[in-house]
């Protein structure tokens, strides 16, 4: 919201106060400026100037040739304005000045051969008005060289003050000034009304009836006859587009002037217009269409306030007028509303409309009920000044029920246990006075205050304690210097994923984030997806039910700018529905989160030491294996190869006492076609929440081995198909139980084997903890394994 | 015995002189130094000598143990030297090393874990919720009546009427409250959502990190106090803040955190860094807190605007790129 700080100043005293102090305190009051312009800065190095000759341009026809005086040097100045004169005083504008129409530094230039230092300017270039016909030429009794910004009055601050959705009350001049006297402790000067009333009473020329009191608690209405409908005089124009506003004509820019400056917005219409000189205020019909000022047909509903005449809608209630009843230049005889609408009935209907005016606006904040009829005899009082006028006696004032002032209570030693801080009570009634609130009562204790109509955000003694801390200043409550720790059970939720990250990071995998929206035919191949009602895109229009399709773009994304070679990982919800039918609570859905790991290009490229390693299969499993086992190193997980996935193919799962807790495997083409990749992708989905339900057992320290180990290598020529853990198995079944681990350290296929034959090479580890084993029982125990190995899988013994 | 020991002095001192490469000298440490070698053998000699012998002999004998084990040091450290010359000549030292890379986290979840980090030493609790969650939990709860302007302060991706994508990480804090009784002194780290077009300067995702203490001494005082020693920590003990009077629906009075930012070379300004404020009656309440004995204070920060500003990321769609080139900076 802009305002105007010599518009406000007419409210309160501010004199002796610096404009940054202003801005500084008003913003800790909870009022943010967020920007401040200084009109004069628009005119910075631009003065009054003298057009001391005009000669036509020797090169161009529409050209014309000026020499300026700024009272001190002359200038060449090229102008193109046909109304450009000798002896005119002018705004001049030199160079370095910038020219607010469109922010151009001026420079010396040569215009078509001709030197020009300088520029006249029009109106439109200074943001003076929509004239660019001519340049504008300024009274002559305006003395040279005066800076441009004096002889245009431009003495004005404007600041661009940010209201949070709370303060309605702040939404004016007014509210603002009245935050400053209570900051300040001054008093708020309210403009007085005299206005010359006539004999004829409003309530003689218009009748009110609300049919809906809930929505409508109250209406005033006031008559002026035989207005002119005029432009509006300088001070007003001035006063409306220092924020802003396009002045349109005397009777349209009282009323916004009077919303501006006290909040209460007015609608003025053609009273000749209203049938019957009736206003009704009722729900519309369902289905009424309705033509609105700005020339747009409506729709309504049957919740939607509107206010009728005695036979048709005229105005949608607090948010805009209707073209049937607009003041116009013909208009003689005017009805003024100011009305108290119910704010959710007001917020609902422009929300329905997607229609926010500066009316609705404040009314579905909530307008002050008490200062209706205030605004209305203002409005006229205005009105009258402007352009003469009957204003008829008193107001028409439809008010049913009588809406009674808030009390509350505030306790002051509930105040110090919220703040921390003890205010002085006496300063605490200042604040409270000077903000509106009437004490009713007090002692050492609490006061009572009545809670004033224009604060509807204000009921409870903790809204008092607000008020009276930013008025305060938040500043001037001292920070503790320690706090005690509390000792109830210490939680991290976070913890296991941390954790995972970490391994992650180890086995030099980078995290991703990736967007959590999806367009609708990828988030469906990847399950059931949920639907977002008002999604910003169709791109984005379903939540993920995977996480492969984000991981799959990001390698995209990468392979396009030549990065091939990836190992990314992502920790993130995915989003599933359950039954297909409408969420209706918690059952409905399913949230879990899930941890994608995916290699693509090569694992290692060829270093001077190591030739090339391609990612595949064994450097996914290897990198699953090993993060399982560094998180989780006492939990065994079992994998099952060559399952059916529909995203993988040599795909496995990652299980746990029959429970599946993830999959992974090579991603199909078809798949990773989808996202423009043809290069080979493996990836592995773990499910972290039911990774998270898993059981750690306990760890517990095992003794050193003392005694030493006995190793044995071997190696069969077996067929092609045979499984290595296939061969493993056998092996540990036919040893005893000295036998501890077996390791399969190399795989060898040549035509010299055979057809259909490899040869796998073990090395068998035996120990006892509590004994030097004997060589020949070691020796037992592997020629049983070998035998039984040859046995089972016709195999033939390569070497020992 | 004494000549004994003087001989074995001489021997030494010849065998060493001929040493010429390490076998030699391992063979020279078997001979005289090792367990069984001859010098030990004399002091195994010594022990059988009588009482007046070891009085005289016991001195140059521990000399010569010293002696001889002082050459042999010697003697190998000026080997070493000139092997390693010798050797350094024939490796390219400066070849790269056999490395293996080292992943990053993302550097949302770097600020995530500072953040964490410094709560965690203030006695804060971590705790997580559902990013699919309740209009109830999201807003009624938290005080945004319906058909209140204060809902269009965060647009929103609804699912359905009562369900959306929360858009702060508040309902956690309604979840806490109503599982657990205070004193409750915890953060909520996590994803949150925003209804609004995707641009250099604004996403549909974010991440916040919001706090939430309830106890029966909980100040205003204590507020400001706790998120003045978190900013110090976080962003130097210098940095200069403010704070100044917000609106937010779950807390009253509320309040606004500003540091002064001022970029190397340029134009500094105040800029919004966190919300914050005691936790609204109408919030306890609504979870079961008696509001009377309890206070509470909130607080809650946007990750992301934090930092792309302390490592000057100009465009927010960068972090969620996946972009490696982007990744590899972190």
């Given at each position: 919201m802009k305002i105007s700080l010599q518009w406000l100043i007419d409210y309160v005293d501010l004199k002796d106060i610096s404009i940054n102090e202003i801005i500084d305190k008003i913003t800790f009051a909870?009022l943010e400026v967020e920007e401040v312009v200084v009109q004069s800065d628009k005119y910075n190095n631009m003065v009054v100037g003298l057009v001391k000759e005009v000669?036509?341009?020797?090169?161009?026809?529409?050209l014309s040739?000026c020499v300026v005086s700024d009272g001190e040097s002359d200038y060449s100045v090229v102008c193109g304005a046909q109304n450009v004169a000798q002896d005119q005083k002018i705004a001049f504008a030199k160079v370095g000045s910038i020219i607010p129409s469109n922010g151009m530094k001026l420079e010396k230039v040569?215009i078509?051969?001709?030197?020009s230092t300088g520029m006249i300017c029009s109106e439109f270039e200074l943001e003076l008005g929509d004239n660019h016909e001519g340049i504008l030429v300024l009274d002559e009794k305006l003395k040279i060289g005066t800076p441009l910004a004096d002889a245009l009055g431009a003495d004005d601050v404007i600041l661009e003050v940010a209201i949070?959705?709370?303060?309605?009350?702040a939404l004016s001049h007014i509210g603002i000034a009245r935050d400053l006297a209570?900051i300040f402790?001054r008093?708020i000067k309210f403009p007085e009304?005299?206005?010359?009333?006539?004999?004829?009473?409003?309530?003689?020329?218009?009748?009110?009836?609300?049919?809906?009191?809930?929505?409508?608690?109250?209406?005033?209405?006031?008559?002026?006859?035989?207005?002119?409908i005029l432009e509006s005089p300088d001070w007003l124009k001035k006063k409306l587009k220092s924020i802003g506003l396009r002045p349109i004509n005397n009777v349209v820019d009282v009323t916004n002037f009077v919303l501006h400056e006290i909040g209460q917005p007015l609608?003025?219409?053609?009273?000749?217009?209203?049938?019957?000189?009736?206003?009704?205020?009722?729900?519309?019909?369902?289905?009424?269409?309705?033509?609105?000022?700005?020339?747009?047909?409506?729709?309504?509903?049957?919740?939607?306030?509107?206010?009728?005449?005695?036979?048709?809608?005229?105005?949608?209630?607090?948010?805009?007028?209707?073209?049937?009843?607009?003041?116009?230049?013909?208009?003689?005889?005017?009805?003024?509303?100011?009305?108290?609408?119910?704010?959710?009935?007001?917020?609902?209907?422009?929300?329905?409309?997607?229609?926010?005016t500066d009316a609705?606006y404040r009314?579905?904040?909530?307008?002050?009920?008490?200062?209706?009829?205030?605004?209305?005899?203002r409005a006229?009082q205005l009105i009258?000044m402007t352009s003469?006028?009957?204003?008829?006696?008193?107001?028409?004032?439809?008010?049913?029920?009588?809406?009674?002032?808030?009390?509350?209570?505030?306790?002051?030693?509930?105040?110090?246990?919220?703040?921390?801080?003890?205010?002085?009570?006496?300063?605490?009634?200042?604040?409270?006075?000077?903000?509106?609130?009437?004490?009713?009562?007090?002692?050492?204790?609490?006061?009572?205050?009545?809670?004033?109509?224009?604060?509807?955000?204000?009921?409870?003694?903790?809204?008092?304690?607000?008020?009276?801390?930013?008025?305060?200043?938040?500043?001037?409550?001292?920070?503790?210097?320690?706090?005690?720790?509390?000792?109830?059970?210490?939680?991290?939720?976070?913890?296991?994923?941390?954790?995972?990250?970490?391994?992650?990071?180890?086995?030099?995998?980078?995290?991703?984030?990736?967007?959590?929206?999806?367009?609708?035919?990828?988030?469906?191949?990847?399950?059931?997806?949920?639907?977002?009602?008002?999604?910003?895109?169709?791109?984005?229009?379903?939540?993920?039910?995977?996480?492969?399709?984000?991981?799959?773009?990001?390698?995209?994304?990468?392979?396009?700018?030549?990065?091939?070679?990836?190992?990314?990982?992502?920790?993130?919800?995915?989003?599933?529905?359950?039954?297909?039918?409408?969420?209706?609570?918690?059952?409905?859905?399913?949230?879990?989160?899930?941890?994608?790991?995916?290699?693509?290009?090569?694992?290692?490229?060829?270093?001077?030491?190591?030739?090339?390693?391609?990612?595949?299969?064994?450097?996914?499993?290897?990198?699953?294996?090993?993060?399982?086992?560094?998180?989780?190193?006492?939990?065994?997980?079992?994998?099952?190869?060559?399952?059916?996935?529909?995203?993988?193919?040599?795909?496995?799962?990652?299980?746990?006492?029959?429970?599946?807790?993830?999959?992974?495997?090579?991603?199909?083409?078809?798949?990773?076609?989808?996202?423009?990749?043809?290069?080979?992708?493996?990836?592995?989905?773990?499910?972290?929440?039911?990774?998270?339900?898993?059981?750690?057992?306990?760890?517990?320290?095992?003794?050193?081995?003392?005694?030493?180990?006995?190793?044995?290598?071997?190696?069969?020529?077996?067929?092609?198909?045979?499984?290595?853990?296939?061969?493993?198995?056998?092996?540990?079944?036919?040893?005893?139980?000295?036998?501890?681990?077996?390791?399969?350290?190399?795989?060898?296929?040549?035509?010299?084997?055979?057809?259909?034959?490899?040869?796998?090479?073990?090395?068998?580890?035996?120990?006892?903890?509590?004994?030097?084993?004997?060589?020949?029982?070691?020796?037992?125990?592997?020629?049983?394994?070998?035998?039984?190995?040859?046995?089972?899988?016709?195999?033939?013994?390569?070497?020992? | 015995?004494?000549?004994?020991?003087?001989?074995?002095?001489?021997?030494?001192?010849?065998?060493?002189?001929?040493?010429?490469?390490?076998?030699?000298?391992?063979?020279?440490?078997?001979?005289?130094?090792?367990?069984?070698?001859?010098?030990?053998?004399?002091?195994?000699?010594?022990?059988?000598?009588?009482?007046?012998?070891?009085?005289?002999?016991?001195?140059?004998?521990?000399?010569?143990?010293?002696?001889?084990?002082?050459?042999?040091?010697?003697?190998?450290?000026?080997?070493?030297?000139?092997?390693?010359?010798?050797?350094?000549?024939?490796?390219?030292?400066?070849?790269?090393?056999?490395?293996?890379?080292?992943?990053?986290?993302?550097?949302?979840?770097?600020?995530?874990?500072?953040?964490?980090?410094?709560?965690?030493?203030?006695?804060?609790?971590?705790?997580?919720?559902?990013?699919?969650?309740?209009?109830?939990?999201?807003?009624?709860?938290?005080?945004?009546?319906?058909?209140?302007?204060?809902?269009?302060?965060?647009?929103?991706?609804?699912?359905?009427?009562?369900?959306?994508?929360?858009?702060?990480?508040?309902?956690?804090?309604?979840?806490?409250?109503?599982?657990?009784?205070?004193?409750?002194?915890?953060?909520?780290?996590?994803?949150?959502?925003?209804?609004?077009?995707?641009?250099?300067?604004?996403?549909?995702?974010?991440?916040?990190?919001?706090?939430?203490?309830?106890?029966?001494?909980?100040?205003?005082?204590?507020?400001?106090?706790?998120?003045?020693?978190?900013?110090?920590?976080?962003?130097?003990?210098?940095?200069?803040?403010?704070?100044?009077?917000?609106?937010?629906?779950?807390?009253?009075?509320?309040?606004?955190?500003?540091?002064?930012?001022?970029?190397?070379?340029k134009e500094g300004r105040w800029?919004?860094?966190?919300?914050?404020?005691?936790?609204?009656?109408?919030?306890?309440?609504?979870?079961?807190?008696?509001?009377?004995?309890?206070?509470?204070?909130?607080?809650?920060?946007?990750?992301?605007?934090?930092?792309?500003?302390?490592?000057?990321?100009?465009?927010?769609?960068?972090?969620?790129?996946?972009?490696?080139?982007?990744?590899?900076?972190?």
């Amino acid at each position: 919201m802009k305002i105007s700080l010599q518009w406000l100043i007419d409210y309160v005293d501010l004199k002796d106060i610096s404009i940054n102090e202003i801005i500084d305190k008003i913003t800790f009051a909870g009022l943010e400026v967020e920007e401040v312009v200084v009109q004069s800065d628009k005119y910075n190095n631009m003065v009054v100037g003298l057009v001391k000759e005009v000669k036509k341009h020797p090169n161009a026809d529409k050209l014309s040739l000026c020499v300026v005086s700024d009272g001190e040097s002359d200038y060449s100045v090229v102008c193109g304005a046909q109304n450009v004169a000798q002896d005119q005083k002018i705004a001049f504008a030199k160079v370095g000045s910038i020219i607010p129409s469109n922010g151009m530094k001026l420079e010396k230039v040569k215009i078509r051969g001709e030197v020009s230092t300088g520029m006249i300017c029009s109106e439109f270039e200074l943001e003076l008005g929509d004239n660019h016909e001519g340049i504008l030429v300024l009274d002559e009794k305006l003395k040279i060289g005066t800076p441009l910004a004096d002889a245009l009055g431009a003495d004005d601050v404007i600041l661009e003050v940010a209201i949070t959705p709370n303060r309605c009350d702040a939404l004016s001049h007014i509210g603002i000034a009245r935050d400053l006297a209570a900051i300040f402790n001054r008093k708020i000067k309210f403009p007085e009304i005299q206005i010359n009333e006539s004999k004829k009473k409003s309530e003689d020329f218009a009748k009110v009836f609300i049919e809906d009191s809930v929505n409508c608690p109250r209406y005033v209405g006031k008559v002026v006859l035989d207005v002119k409908i005029l432009e509006s005089p300088d001070w007003l124009k001035k006063k409306l587009k220092s924020i802003g506003l396009r002045p349109i004509n005397n009777v349209v820019d009282v009323t916004n002037f009077v919303l501006h400056e006290i909040g209460q917005p007015l609608h003025a219409f053609d009273l000749d217009k209203l049938h019957d000189n009736k206003i009704v205020v009722k729900c519309a019909n369902e289905s009424e269409k309705f033509s609105t000022l700005d020339s747009k047909d409506r729709e309504l509903t049957s919740t939607d306030l509107m206010i009728c005449d005695g036979e048709k809608s005229v105005a949608i209630a607090g948010i805009m007028g209707g073209e049937n009843s607009e003041v116009t230049f013909t208009t003689k005889n005017i009805l003024i509303e100011s009305a108290f609408f119910n704010p959710s009935s007001i917020r609902r209907t422009a929300k329905r409309l997607g229609l926010s005016t500066d009316a609705s606006y404040r009314f579905e904040r909530g307008t002050d009920y008490d200062i209706t009829a205030w605004a209305a005899r203002r409005a006229a009082q205005l009105i009258q000044m402007t352009s003469g006028g009957e204003i008829l006696y008193g107001e028409i004032d439809a008010y049913p029920n009588k809406i009674e002032k808030r009390k509350t209570i505030l306790r002051f030693s509930r105040l110090m246990k919220v703040l921390g801080y003890s205010i002085p009570e006496s300063t605490v009634e200042n604040i409270l006075t000077n903000l509106g609130f009437e004490i009713i009562s007090k002692n050492n204790e609490q006061i009572e205050l009545v809670i004033p109509s224009f604060r509807h955000d204000i009921e409870r003694e903790i809204d008092i304690i607000e008020e009276v801390a930013r008025i305060y200043g938040f500043e001037k409550i001292p920070n503790v210097q320690k706090i005690s720790v509390t000792l109830e059970e210490k939680v991290d939720q976070s913890y296991f994923c941390d954790n995972l990250k970490n391994a992650m990071n180890s086995l030099s995998f980078y995290e991703l984030v990736t967007n959590s929206l999806l367009n609708e035919t990828i988030s469906e191949k990847f399950g059931k997806p949920i639907k977002m009602l008002n999604p910003q895109s169709s791109e984005m229009s379903h939540l993920r039910t995977s996480l492969l399709p984000g991981m799959l773009q990001a390698i995209s994304n990468n392979i396009k700018v030549n990065e091939k070679n990836l190992r990314f990982f992502e920790i993130g919800k995915v989003f599933e529905l359950i039954h297909e039918k409408e969420i209706e609570s918690f059952e409905d859905f399913k949230e879990s989160e899930i941890l994608l790991i995916a290699i693509t290009g090569y694992e290692i490229q060829s270093e001077w030491y190591e030739k090339d390693i391609a990612s595949d299969f064994f450097g996914l499993k290897g990198n699953v294996y090993a993060l399982l086992n560094k998180s989780f190193p006492s939990i065994k997980f079992e994998l099952t190869y060559n399952i059916n996935h529909v995203n993988y193919e040599e795909a496995f799962t990652i299980m746990h006492n029959n429970k599946i807790i993830g999959y992974g495997g090579k991603v199909k083409m078809s798949v990773a076609n989808l996202f423009d990749v043809s290069q080979e992708i493996f990836a592995c989905e773990i499910n972290i929440d039911e990774l998270k339900k898993i059981e750690q057992p306990d760890r517990k320290f095992k003794d050193l081995l003392k005694f030493p180990k006995m190793v044995r290598d071997l190696a069969f020529v077996l067929d092609t198909e045979v499984e290595s853990d296939k061969v493993i198995e056998v092996i540990k079944t036919a040893s005893s139980n000295l036998l501890h681990q077996i390791k399969l350290f190399d795989i060898f296929q040549s035509d010299s084997l055979g057809k259909d034959k490899k040869s796998l090479a073990f090395q068998l580890e035996y120990f006892d903890e509590t004994r030097t084993l004997k060589e020949d029982e070691v020796d037992k125990d592997f020629r049983n394994a070998i035998k039984e190995v040859e046995k089972t899988f016709k195999a033939q013994l390569r070497g020992i | 015995m004494v000549e004994k020991i003087s001989e074995t002095r001489k021997s030494f001192d010849e065998a060493l002189s001929k040493v010429t490469n390490p076998q030699s000298l391992e063979e020279l440490r078997l001979k005289f130094l090792s367990k069984k070698g001859i010098v030990n053998q004399l002091f195994e000699d010594f022990k059988l000598t009588s009482k007046e012998e070891k009085k005289l002999i016991g001195q140059i004998l521990n000399d010569l143990k010293t002696y001889t084990q002082s050459k042999f040091n010697e003697f190998i450290q000026k080997l070493e030297k000139e092997y390693t010359v010798k050797k350094a000549a024939s490796i390219d030292l400066t070849l790269p090393g056999k490395q293996k890379e080292i992943g990053s986290k993302h550097i949302i979840t770097q600020t995530l874990d500072e953040i964490k980090n410094i709560f965690k030493g203030l006695g804060f609790s971590i705790y997580e919720g559902p990013e699919l969650e309740s209009d109830y939990n999201n807003f009624e709860a938290l005080n945004f009546p319906t058909d209140h302007p204060a809902r269009d302060m965060q647009d929103t991706f609804f699912i359905n009427q009562n369900f959306l994508l929360r858009t702060h990480t508040s309902p956690v804090q309604i979840r806490l409250m109503k599982e657990k009784k205070p004193p409750i002194r915890a953060i909520m780290p996590g994803k949150v959502f925003r209804n609004e077009a995707v641009s250099a300067k604004s996403y549909c995702l974010f991440h916040q990190v919001e706090g939430l203490y309830v106890d029966t001494d909980v100040t205003f005082a204590e507020l400001k106090g706790t998120l003045v020693a978190f900013i110090k920590q976080y962003f130097g003990s210098e940095i200069k803040y403010r704070f100044r009077a917000s609106f937010f629906p779950f807390t009253e009075p509320s309040a606004e955190m500003d540091i002064w930012w001022q970029p190397k070379g340029k134009e500094g300004r105040w800029m919004e860094i966190l919300g914050c404020g005691m936790v609204d009656p109408n919030v306890l309440i609504n979870v079961g807190i008696d509001p009377e004995k309890y206070v509470g204070y909130a607080f809650g920060m946007g990750i992301e605007r934090t930092t792309m500003r302390k490592y000057g990321i100009d465009d927010i769609r960068l972090l969620f790129d996946s972009d490696i080139r982007f990744l590899k900076q972190f």
